[in-house]
């Protein structure tokens, strides 16, 4: 299997990059041409859903005698496990994704969002509640295989004649490609708060999961309104959904003080993991990215985006085949809000906003809410004409990174109806959520039903706590204890697993504060 692997990261590493990126910017020409044509409009806003997960060892399968200081360590998942759930392959072994069929943003559109992922998540937990684990939402892992360190499993590869292929990565080409190529970091490093990691491989970024909201716009020439707009909710959406405070103990430096290790914790780990493992100096591919004036603009640096792995490209029958480079070169445009364009046919052909910075949450309610409030203030804030649409794009910045780093505590910058900024925190979600709820009113939403989907959210503001907070006041009181950080982190990620195996798919975040 290595072998064949490796014969094909070669034939990829053989593709001429200038070639690849002609191809790329011609097929940007035919995109453009086809957005004047009005090809990639629809006739009213769509949503849609990506849903990572990663697995672990199901507590019910423990043998009679296990202390509380096992369970929940990651496992891989069969791949004919994968394909039984009717889940896709993500980087690691451990990962499944669930991706949603788009629907109309209307009351029918998010009650089928929401219905679709608790079925078939359901469906999944009961096949693999059979081989003996559970998925798990969430942003990081922390607890590693039986019997193996977290080092070891993120850094473990071998050489096939000089082609380096991760162990324990998916068998996707262009994840193993990513490391052979001539442009990729050399070597792969994780930085974080004491924290050492570097790998042969991408491998460590599959630490991290996520969700990831969709908005395909009614309007293909309004999409740098949307884009913009979703720069300036990323950090003040972010700082409510921050849930990755923490590593795998053995990943933190040896003798490091637990005190400073929970104190200097920042409170979204998942966005330093992505950047610093793949941007260099020379390509900076994980970023916040800069507004956009024209839509032509956004086509243009999606095919001017450095190439990482100019993968071959098969000609087909689908109507996105017509740029098929482009849209090949989509997958890795990593920005924490990106534009999409692709479809099957003209009649589903579509320009889209997906928004990345959300890690995954604690239930399928909490990860709807973020999808339902993204999309109410997508329709929202364009409308009425918000006027936070003003404010500097490097304050939007430096809100998105105070975010990461701080969650609820950022102290975000929002400019309020009135145009006037201010940074506290009951304005700026009283603002931002109204809008939330109202946007998915004049989408069909009854009031009480708006609100509900964004309640997950004003529990959070209301209470103070994020996931991250969470998990950090629970580490924090194991430290104060005298425990270890070898046991204290692990102790914390088997009481959210405990939690989460109530609440999944029935409750919601809020359910834990009530403790």
């Not at 070669?10 to 041409?33: H, I, P």
Request: glycine residues 6%; hydrophobic residues 40%; charged residues 25%.
């Amino acid at each position: 299997m290595n072998a064949d692997l490796a014969a094909r990261v070669r034939d990829v590493l053989d593709v001429d990059v200038s070639e690849f990126r002609a191809q790329a910017q011609a097929d940007a020409e035919v995109v453009k041409s086809e957005l004047k044509d009005g090809t990639f409009d629809n006739h009213r806003s769509i949503v849609g859903l990506e849903y990572e997960f990663y697995a672990v060892a199901d507590g019910r399968w423990r043998r009679d005698g296990d202390d509380d200081d096992a369970g929940s360590e990651l496992v891989r998942v069969p791949r004919r496990l994968l394909e039984l759930i009717r889940f896709e392959k993500e980087l690691g072994l451990h990962n499944a994704e669930m991706t949603t069929s788009p629907q109309p943003l209307n009351a029918e559109g998010l009650r089928a969002q929401a219905a679709g992922v608790r079925s078939h998540l359901s469906s999944a937990l009961q096949t693999t509640r059979i081989e003996g684990m559970r998925l798990v939402s969430d942003g990081i892992w922390t607890i590693p295989p039986s019997g193996e360190t977290a080092r070891r499993y993120l850094t473990d590869s071998i050489s096939d004649s000089g082609v380096r292929i991760a162990t324990n990565m998916t068998d996707a080409v262009r994840y193993h490609a990513m490391a052979n190529g001539p442009n990729a970091p050399t070597p792969f490093v994780v930085e974080a708060p004491h924290v050492s990691l570097e790998a042969d491989t991408v491998m460590p970024e599959s630490l991290i999961t996520s969700i990831q909201p969709h908005y395909q716009v009614p309007h293909a020439p309004d999409l740098p309104t949307y884009h913009n707009y979703a720069l300036r909710v990323a950090g003040p959406l972010l700082a409510l959904g921050v849930n990755s405070p923490f590593f795998p103990p053995d990943l933190y430096d040896e003798g490091v003080d637990p005190e400073a290790v929970v104190e200097d914790a920042r409170a979204e780990n998942r966005i330093f993991v992505f950047e610093s493992v793949l941007n260099t100096d020379d390509a900076e591919k994980v970023r916040f990215p800069e507004d956009l004036d024209t839509v032509e603009e956004a086509v243009d640096r999606v095919a001017n985006d450095p190439t990482v792995v100019p993968m071959p490209v098969e000609s087909g029958d689908r109507f996105d085949d017509k740029f098929a480079t482009l849209r090949r070169k989509h997958g890795t445009f990593w920005r924490w809000v990106r534009p999409v364009f692709d479809g099957a046919d003209r009649s589903s052909a579509n320009a889209r906003i997906e928004f990345r910075p959300i890690a995954a949450q604690p239930t399928v309610r909490d990860s709807i809410a973020f999808l339902a409030t993204f999309a109410g203030l997508m329709e929202s804030l364009p409308r009425h004409e918000h006027p936070v649409i003003g404010q500097d794009w490097a304050v939007a910045r430096e809100n998105f990174y105070r975010a990461a780093r701080r969650g609820a505590a950022s102290e975000q910058r929002w400019l309020t109806n009135a145009g006037d900024e201010t940074t506290d925190p009951e304005v700026i979600y009283d603002d931002l959520l109204s809008h939330a709820v109202e946007g998915l009113r004049s989408a069909g939403c009854s009031t009480e039903e708006a609100e509900s989907y964004v309640a997950p959210l004003r529990a959070r503001v209301e209470a103070g706590v994020t996931p991250a907070g969470w998990k950090r006041d629970r580490v924090r009181a194991r430290i104060d204890d005298g425990e270890p950080l070898e046991t204290a982190i692990p102790a914390m990620q088997r009481t959210y697993v405990a939690n989460q195996t109530e609440t999944l798919l029935d409750g919601s975040f809020a359910d834990w504060l009530a403790e």
